[in-house]
Structures are given as C-alpha cells and as structure tokens.
C-alpha cells in the first residue's frame, strides 16, 4: 500500500515562503502523474498543483500561478512545492497525492488513502 509523508509546513507571515515535500513509498513513484491538494478550514479538498511523471510538465489552479512551483525528484520518490509570496488566503492543510491526466481543479486524488498532511498557516 502506498504510504505519503507530508512535511514542511508551519506558520509564516504574508509574503514569506514555505518548502513542501512529499515523500511517498509503497509504489512505484515514478509512474504516477502527483498532486498538491490543500484543504482549508470549513472547505473541500481541492488541488492547487500537479506534475506529470512522463516529462516534469507542471499544472496550477488560477490563485497559485506565478507563486507555487511544483517539482519531483524520481531517484528519492519525492515531490515538492516551493510556496512564494504566500497569502492568508493559502492557508490550509496540504496533501500530496496521484492524480489522473488531463488535471483540472476538480481532480481528485488517486490513491486510496492519505497522508497526515502539513499544516501552512499564513498569518501576521
């Protein structure tokens, strides 16, 4: 069974910057096209970030471009998301997990389970 360990959150003032990663074991990693879903207080589950594993090509819902990057690293069945000039609206607890092509920002997660998550809170 696939097992995701979600880490790097924390709290962190308007503007500043948080580095998620996402280690995933129990399958074969590199097959997988990933995503970064976040649930914020009150609301769904929704995914803000993909990649596909044929050729690293990114997907961001609208309210991230130009701030989150998505990437993965193959060799160490990780992926990541470099999280800029964060805003409160960002906060949420965010969630790795496989997604299925094409993405779109009502894709859902793949696998059966889910990790813990990693908390961002984006607050003065």
């Known amino acids: 069974q696939v097992q995701l360990v979600e880490s790097g959150g924390g709290l962190v003032q308007p503007g500043g910057s948080l580095r998620l990663s996402c280690a995933c074991s129990?399958?074969?990693?590199?097959?997988?096209?990933m995503g970064w879903f976040r649930r914020a207080p009150g609301k769904e589950r929704d995914l803000v970030a993909a990649i596909t594993w044929t050729d690293g090509k990114p997907y961001y819902v609208d309210s991230v471009k130009g701030r989150f990057t998505i990437s993965r690293d193959n060799d160490k069945n990780t992926v990541y998301l470099q999280m800029n000039s964060l805003k409160p609206e960002d906060t949420a607890v965010y969630y790795c997990?496989?997604?299925?092509?094409?993405?779109?920002?009502?894709?859902?997660?793949?696998?059966?389970?889910w990790g813990q998550g990693t908390q961002v809170t984006v607050s003065t």
């Open positions: 129990g399958g074969t990693f590199s097959v997988y096209h």
């Open positions: 997990n496989a997604v299925l092509w094409p993405f779109s920002a009502t894709s859902k997660g793949t696998f059966g389970s």
